[in-house]
């Protein structure tokens, strides 16, 4: 695919309107600590694809949401080795992380949650169909 392991390029962002309500509508879900994780397979051609939000309800100002999505990219860069597929029989997997605290959680706490996050959306990935609902 030509993207380096460590990076988060432009194709790696779910975006537009109508995939995002698919997403939210017809996707799988499951909780996991200050996460909900909402999921749906594609193509095996493209990269994951992932979404992260951040309740204005729960943080009213945009620095502290801002702050927390950074957060949260960062570990996803950092992990997202733990769903790319790496045979070519695997579907992509375009992925939806809504943050639940009410509070600024620090780096480390968002990795190791994010981590266990992404490690069962591997094991969802891998399983035999892995399509949603």
């Known amino acids: 695919m030509g993207l380096s392991k460590y990076s988060f390029s432009?194709?790696?962002?779910f975006t537009g309107k109508k995939k995002i309500e698919e997403l939210f509508k017809r996707g799988s879900s499951f909780y996991l600590d200050d996460f909900q994780v909402r999921y749906i397979t594609g193509d095996s051609?493209?990269?994951?694809?992932?979404?992260?939000?951040?309740?204005?309800?729960?943080?009213?100002?945009?620095?502290?949401?801002?702050?927390?999505?950074?957060r949260i990219r960062e570990a996803y860069r950092l992990n997202k080795h733990l769903i790319d597929h790496a045979d070519s029989d695997a579907k992509s997997i375009y992925v939806g992380f809504v943050y639940l605290s009410k509070e600024i959680l620090t780096f480390d706490n968002i990795q190791s949650q994010l981590i266990r996050c992404l490690?069962?959306?591997?094991?969802?990935?891998?399983?035999?169909?892995?399509?949603?609902?």
């Open 119 to 133: 490690e069962r959306l591997g094991n969802i990935n891998n399983d035999v169909g892995s399509n949603p609902k």
């Open 10 to 13: 432009k194709s790696e962002k």
């Open 45 to 70: 051609k493209k990269p994951n694809q992932i979404l992260i939000s951040v309740p204005k309800r729960n943080f009213k100002r945009a620095v502290d949401r801002n702050l927390l999505k950074r």
